[in-house]
């Protein structure tokens, strides 16, 4: 559903703070606390069944991977975020 504006930053190291990155991941949330309604209709759970933590979880991290494996070779994320392991 994302695509980079600038697509030659796919290539690039950024930091964590770089403005690329902060708008890829509010963007993701957005799209997600969008989605988080009909999604839990659909599969007929609570908010408090599957907060959106939980949708974050699985939908960026386990789904992204999947489809991340799926679109480029090695299964890199679209970006490639400079962290030590400490950033979420």
């Given at each position: 559903?994302?695509?980079?504006?600038?697509?030659?930053?796919?290539?690039?190291?950024?930091?964590?703070?770089?403005?690329?990155?902060?708008?890829?991941?509010?963007?993701?949330?957005?799209?997600?606390?969008?989605?988080?309604?009909?999604?839990?209709?659909?599969?007929?759970?609570?908010?408090?069944?599957?907060?959106l933590a939980?949708?974050?979880?699985?939908?960026?991290?386990?789904?992204?991977?999947?489809?991340?494996?799926?679109?480029?070779?090695?299964?890199?994320?679209?970006?490639?975020?400079?962290?030590?392991?400490?950033?979420?």
């Amino acid at each position: 559903m994302l695509r980079l504006k600038q697509p030659e930053l796919a290539a690039e190291r950024l930091p964590p703070g770089h403005p690329a990155v902060v708008e890829w991941r509010a963007l993701t949330v957005a799209l997600l606390d969008r989605l988080a309604a009909p999604l839990r209709q659909r599969l007929g759970k609570s908010q408090a069944d599957l907060p959106l933590a939980s949708l974050l979880e699985g939908g960026t991290w386990a789904a992204g991977r999947k489809a991340a494996a799926e679109r480029r070779p090695g299964g890199t994320p679209p970006l490639n975020i400079v962290s030590d392991g400490t950033v979420f």
